[in-house]
């Protein structure tokens, strides 16, 4: 491992949200710890997808929203690593730029919040017409398939701001992650984790991707040590089943991953957005063939009519061209 110099200082970029914030904070303290001699400092600045509040995220295209302005401050050497949510980070990645390390993850499940007049239920109780809001393609088109009887209402904003519209009355139950809320201590929200049966996360949800330049062997030497392998071997598969579907992050695509010595299991699954119809199945095989297996799982979907409906919402989710 390269050593460096004492008077390094290494720049950490990372978008302005909080909750970006407290992950590129607790990513600069894990390096702090293991390289006291180097210096961290993180640079922040907003990405597109912080600009545009307004609009169904579905409909802006999903190529980087939240990546690509920390992208191009690497390949302009202004920082020299940018952390992000792994599933907020496209599968395919600027020319120059590489996936460097996948921290240990946290619960990826998805949870459900819910308004004070509905705390008696459970996602499977709700009553016929509760107001449920998401603007996941992802969450809507499997509680669709499985809770037809329920609305779905768009929401956008930052975690504070969908509480307080929740709050407010504007829905009765909302749709989040397990590992935002609790990293920004709204743990006690938390009503419901959603079984995996019912909704398959997102691929690389609750871990966090490093990326930096590709062959900075010093970058790349620093952040290996943060890297969990275990969890690396789940993300490369399920962003290799993504990657193989050529989905990006606004498509109705779910995954689970296991592994059990060393052998991983990649559930995966592709649905319709109005829910009608839902695909799912598994392959299993040695954790380092993990691309692999996430190439077999997209192919084995593929033959069951996983394109037709990708192409489908290709053709109805234009992205708007901005
Ligand atoms: C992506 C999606 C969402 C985020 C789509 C999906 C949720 C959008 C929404 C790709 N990125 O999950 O199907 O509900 O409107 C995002 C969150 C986190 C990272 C918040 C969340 C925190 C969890 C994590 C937004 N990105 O999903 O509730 O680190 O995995």
Redesign the pocket.
Known sequence: MSVSSPSRVIRIGSRKSQ?ALV?THWVQGQLQQHFPDCQFDVVTMSTQGDNILDVA?AKIG?KGL?TKELELSMLRQETDLAVH????LPTNLPEGLTLGAVTER?D?A??LVVHADFKSYQIETLPPGSVI???????LAQLRYHYPHLEFK???GN?NT?LQKLDAGEYDG????????Q?LGFGDRIHQVIPAEISL????????GIECREGDQEILALIHALEHPLTAHRCHAERSFLHALEGG??V???VNSQIDGQQLTLTGMVASIDGQRLLKDQVTGPEDQAVALGQALAEKLRQQGAQEILDEIFAEVRPTNL
């Open positions: 909750l992950q995220l999903d939240f949510s792994l599933k907020d946290a990826p998805d949870a809001g998401t603007s996941s393609l992802r969450r768009d929401i956008r975690l969908r909302i749709i989040l992650a397990v590992a935002g809320l990293r996360h997102a691929v690389g949800q609750g871990a966090l992050c606004q109705p695509i779910g």
